[in-house]
């Protein structure tokens, strides 16, 4: 079944406990991106990436960080945690190289405490 | 960059009735506006899209129209169910090589029955 899988599907830390969401995609996908979503404004993308190696800052980047290296996984990196961070993620991914018709996860919901 | 306007925030129709949402966006070199539907607890799913050189396109009881002068767009469902009560999300790309997009802060329908 073609999917985009996102691990863990929940999660609660605590301020500066470095953590990771991985995200994985089976339909040899080119483009790959994180967005976060909080109550009133929308999805807004976080980081996002055009091919293997090739990453590129969203519109929220500050306080993540992200890796491509294999084309199926694009894990999101948060070093220090911090409750501003609590948010719902979701990761998404398209065949072509841009934005064009993207298939989203089924997200990862992010408590800092 | 670019800033998409959604609205209604949230639209209650009866069943059978049908609902109009309506997005504007700033950037005029936007060329890519889809159309999210997220039911609760998943991930936003992709229902339809139009690109800048097509006015209007529909699949079954969805439609997406465009005015690129007026620089909005709007989503047309008809005949409504109960199943089509979900958040609906516009987004638009950016014009810096089409690789972000911009979402709407999302329309809530309900459909009573």
């Known amino acids: 079944e073609a999917q985009v899988t996102q691990n863990p599907r929940y999660l609660i830390t605590v301020t500066g406990k470095k953590l990771t969401v991985t995200c994985s995609q089976n339909?040899?996908?080119?483009?790959m991106s994180w967005y976060r979503q909080d109550p009133g404004l929308g999805l807004r993308q976080i980081y996002y990436?055009?091919?293997?190696?090739?990453?590129d800052k969203g519109d929220v980047p500050e306080g993540y960080k992200v890796s491509r290296k294999e084309k199926r996984n694009f894990p999101l990196i948060l070093e220090s945690p911090s409750p501003n961070q609590t948010s719902l993620y979701f990761c998404?991914?398209?065949?072509?190289?841009?934005?064009?018709?993207?298939?989203f996860g089924p997200g990862t919901r992010l408590t800092v405490t | 960059g670019e800033n998409v306007e959604q609205h209604p925030s949230t639209l209650s129709v009866q069943e059978g009735d049908s609902a109009v949402i309506k997005c504007t966006y700033s950037d005029s070199a936007s060329n890519y506006f889809p159309w999210y539907k997220q039911e609760l607890g998943k991930g936003p799913q992709l229902i339809i899209d139009?690109?800048?050189?097509?006015g209007e396109k529909k699949d079954q009881r969805i439609a997406v129209t465009l005015n690129k002068t007026a620089k909005h767009f709007s989503l047309h469902i008809t005949e409504t169910q109960p199943e089509d009560s979900a958040v609906y999300f516009c987004a638009a790309t950016s014009s810096e090589g089409y690789s972000t997009l911009t979402f709407g802060k999302g329309t809530m329908l309900l459909v009573s029955p």
């Open positions: 139009i690109r800048s050189n097509v």
């Open positions: 990436s055009m091919n293997v190696e090739v990453t």
């Open positions: 998404a991914s398209s065949l072509s190289g841009q934005v064009y018709e993207q298939y």
């Open positions: 339909m040899n996908h080119e483009y």
